[in-house]
């Protein structure tokens, strides 16, 4: 497995990547994927990673702002997908660590994930890679009729708060 940079090219496999979680129901309340240009304007240029095996794109990794007000700079949030017939093989736990590697040497401090609670791999994966549950937003949101709750995990810079 490589990981490496995501760039414009890679849209492709990390919009169907990101469709395929959609599917499930259980990743994003989003109900199609944006376009590049939307994707691309609402994550940070740093901090994306995707995951290959045999030169195939097997999953992702990027950040989102939190806020535009500047005392929340260093707060993200993020997403990782991965191509559900590579689902439990360790690639989302080395994205995510990638990532969280990027952000400890580009002045973030906090990284945040909703996640519905009914994703417990995602859940799971999160706590492994140091973040913690910090609340449950009840009844967040609106799917196909349903209230739907999300669980918000943090994960604290090592050089947090110096």
């Not at 890679?10 to 599917?23: L, N």
């Not at 400890?104 to 706590?127: C, K, M, Y």
Request: glycine content about 12%.
């Amino acid at each position: 497995m490589t990981i490496r940079a995501l760039t414009s090219d890679d849209w492709p496999a990390v919009k169907r990547i990101f469709e395929a979680g959609i599917a499930t129901k259980q990743a994003t309340f989003e109900t199609q994927s944006p376009t590049w240009d939307g994707w691309n304007g609402s994550h940070l240029a740093g901090g994306r990673f995707v995951a290959e095996i045999d030169g195939e794109i097997v999953g992702w990794v990027a950040f989102s702002p939190t806020s535009d007000r500047c005392v929340y700079g260093g707060v993200v949030e993020n997403s990782v997908y991965i191509d559900p017939a590579h689902a439990g093989k360790g690639i989302g736990r080395t994205l995510l660590n990638a990532a969280i590697e990027w952000s400890e040497t580009n002045d973030i401090w906090t990284i945040q994930a909703g996640i519905f609670p009914e994703n417990e791999a995602s859940v799971r994966l999160h706590q492994s890679c140091g973040f913690r549950i910090v609340g449950n937003r009840e009844r967040l949101g609106k799917m196909d009729g349903s209230w739907r709750d999300v669980l918000l995990l943090e994960r604290r810079s090592k050089v947090a708060g110096k």
